[in-house]
């Protein structure tokens, strides 16, 4: 059973690694060339796992609970699986990623911009807290491309008018998906948040629940 809680539901090997990116290619003409790059040949959204996920992970079409708005993403941070839901009573589950522990923000959030194949910039926070990580993106950000952080999609996370700075994304680490491992964001497989990306409106809202299991 899909509840309002805990999202659960009834009847998501990496990819090579990518070469890095030239800057002078990081422009939309580049953008299908890429999207094959971190799609399987053939790909089957429900079936295809080039990635070594857990059969759970993988997307599947659920029963949601009556009630939830059509449209809107629901993120179990426990079970680690995002739920948009769809009209007619269903929603697409895709297993995820969360924030490390003290990194992952609960709450309820509008998606106010879609952006593919970003460029990524680190936080003030992120650098200071990794700095051996982070520090050579500080000025400018990372080009985009299959290596970039925010991999091929992203889902921008508002308060307001006040961008949160998290985000629903690809991640080039697909192995990451069902554990605790991003700077805050909720990470997916790139094959999965494009097809994911194409069926979300900005203006939609994003919960995001506790690591508890409670309500929002």
Known sequence: MFTRRHMVATTLTALAAPALINPALASPSDWDGWDSQVTPADFDLE???PWGLHRRFLPR??????GLKPGDIHVDAVARYLYHIEEGGTAMRYGVA????????PGVYTIKRKAKWPRWVPTNAM???EPEKYA?????GQDPGPANALG????????????????IH???????????????CVRMV?????????????GVTAHLYPTDGGAL
């Open 47 to 49: 079936n295809s796992n």
């Open 61 to 66: 079409r659920v029963q949601a609970n009556e």
């Open 170 to 184: 690809g991640t080039p680490a697909p192995r990451s998906i069902g554990t605790r491992a991003s700077s805050g």
């Open 127 to 129: 650098i200071e807290r």
């Open 152 to 167: 091929s999609r992203a889902l921008y996370l508002y308060v307001g008018n006040r961008d949160t700075y998290l985000r």
């Open 190 to 202: 790139m094959a999965h948040i494009n097809t994911l990306y194409d069926a979300v409106d900005t």
């Open 98 to 105: 969360i924030g490390r522990d003290g990194l992952y923000e």
């Open 136 to 140: 050579r993106w500080a000025d400018g």
